[in-house]
C-alpha cells in the first residue's frame, strides 16, 4: 500500500503540472490571437492610410488632367477656328 500511495501522489504531482502547462498554453495561445489581431488592425491601418494617400494623388491627378484636356481643346480651337478680325 506504501508504493501505491507513492505512486499516486508522483501521479497526482504529474496531474499538477499537465494542468498548470495546459493553462499557460491556453492564456499564451490567447494572447497570441490578441496580438495578430492588434498586428493585422495596425496592417489594415497602413492599407488604409495607403488607399487615402493614393485617392488623393488620384484627384490630384484626375484634375490635372481635366486641365490638361481644358489646354488640348482650346489649343485645338485656335487653330481650327479662323481668327474673327
Do not use: G, H, W
Not at 499538477?16 to 496592417?43: G, H, P, S, V, Y
Not at 489594415?44 to 491627378?61: F, N, P, V, W
Request: net charge negative; hydrophobic share 40%.
Amino acid at each position: 500500500m506504501n508504493q501505491f500511495n507513492r505512486l499516486v501522489s508522483e501521479q497526482m504531482v504529474t496531474m499538477e503540472k499537465l494542468l498548470f502547462l495546459q493553462a499557460e498554453l491556453e492564456r499564451c495561445q490567447e494572447i497570441e490571437a490578441e496580438l495578430q489581431a492588434l498586428q493585422n488592425e495596425t496592417d489594415l491601418e497602413t492599407i488604409q492610410a495607403d488607399i487615402q494617400m493614393m485617392k488623393k494623388e488620384l484627384k490630384e491627378i484626375q484634375l490635372i488632367f481635366e486641365k490638361q484636356t481644358e489646354e488640348v481643346i482650346n489649343s485645338y480651337r485656335e487653330i481650327n477656328l479662323p481668327a474673327t478680325v
